[in-house]
């Protein structure tokens, strides 16, 4: 009987998820959580909601209502509502931030289309924001607070691993690193002011490009910068060669296998003898919390739907055979940095 219990449980909380996904967002945006952490054991009553949050009485009753079913909040014998565990998380937690915004801004309207950008290949979900092939062609287009949440979820991942893997990328000195994927040249601006004699490559769209040199030069640094708008996904759009190190991070879950070999066996005709792949990636398989798992997986999903339809999060396995189609070979791996990632050095086979 409990095992039935417990899966009908589970199976109601999937069948309202983004009901309860919309309140505990609410709750936290209204300023209902704060003012629950604010009141400690004291607690406070329905009224006093009403009067801290401005909401009215009836958007309070079906919030707490909501709130206390989900978890985030407690309602005692004495009447009188206290923050539970998980409200804490969802109000202060950074990674729960992070993700909330980042699926609400940029998923929960395209996600309605997931299972025509499964049976087409294309993400269907993009086109509550307009029409572009992928979400990487729309970035520098997106409504400024979808842009802000895109960015924050992808910087949030980045940023966590940068500091531990920058001096295993620079240990031997490289004069030239191409960065495959550049973004906003958050990765360029460490090594160019880590090492004052490295020149940086940046290849990736023109508008991405753009907003890299805005903030590079913001800092001084356009002098060792070069930029160079590609299409990846122009199987004749040749990397340039003539670099010490080639750099990937978080960039090849944006391709389907066929595109990454693509890719690899691209950066495997502009490595010179010597030359190193470093790939910083999140693998499914190599997470050691079923929690980071289960963030991958449904990362996965906003691939389908929003960012290009024929990517995911994949298996170490999956890129290491991805690398050997494209005549390279895994050198060293690193897991562990960041969030969960993991880095692999490829060089030619």
Known sequence: MSSTFDARTAAQTLAFGPMAFQAAR????????????????????????????????????????????????????????????????VLKDEMTRVNMDFVHDVCFLGAHALEASLREGRPAGLEVFGQWGTV???????????????????????????????????????????????NT????????????????????????????????????????????PIDFLDPSAALPGGHDVLWMSQFLDCFSEDEIVS??????????????????????????????????????????????GNSRMYHASDLRRCAGRAGLRVESEVDGLGVGHTLMTLVRA
């Open 26 to 89: 609410v709750l936290r945006d209204a300023g209902v959580l704060a003012f629950a952490r604010e009141r400690g054991d004291r607690g406070f009553d329905r009224s006093e909601a009403v009067e801290a949050s401005g909401l009215s009485d009836y958007a309070l009753a079906v919030l707490l209502d909501s709130g206390t079913s989900i978890g985030l909040l407690t309602l005692r014998d004495d009447g009188r509502y206290r923050l539970a565990p998980t409200g804490l998380f």
């Open 136 to 182: 990487y062609e729309a970035l520098a287009e997106l409504p400024p607070h979808v842009r802000k949440s895109w960015f924050g979820f992808d910087h949030y991942y980045s940023d966590a691993a940068f500091p531990e893997v920058l001096p295993l990328v620079l240990e031997r000195r490289p004069r030239r690193l191409l960065d495959c994927g550049g």
């Open 185 to 228: 040249g958050r990765w360029a601006r460490r090594v160019l002011q880590a090492d004052p004699d490295v020149r940086v490559t940046l290849l990736d769209h023109p508008g991405q490009l753009a907003n890299a040199r805005e903030q590079l030069g913001e800092l001084g640094l356009l002098d060792r910068l070069d930029t160079v």
């Open 263 to 308: 890719i690899l066996t691209r950066a495997c005709e502009a490595m010179d003898e010597g030359a190193r792949l470093f790939v910083l990636e999140t693998y499914w398989d190599r997470q050691k919390q079923p929690t980071a798992a289960y963030v991958l997986a449904m990362t996965s999903i906003y691939f389908a739907t929003i960012a290009n």
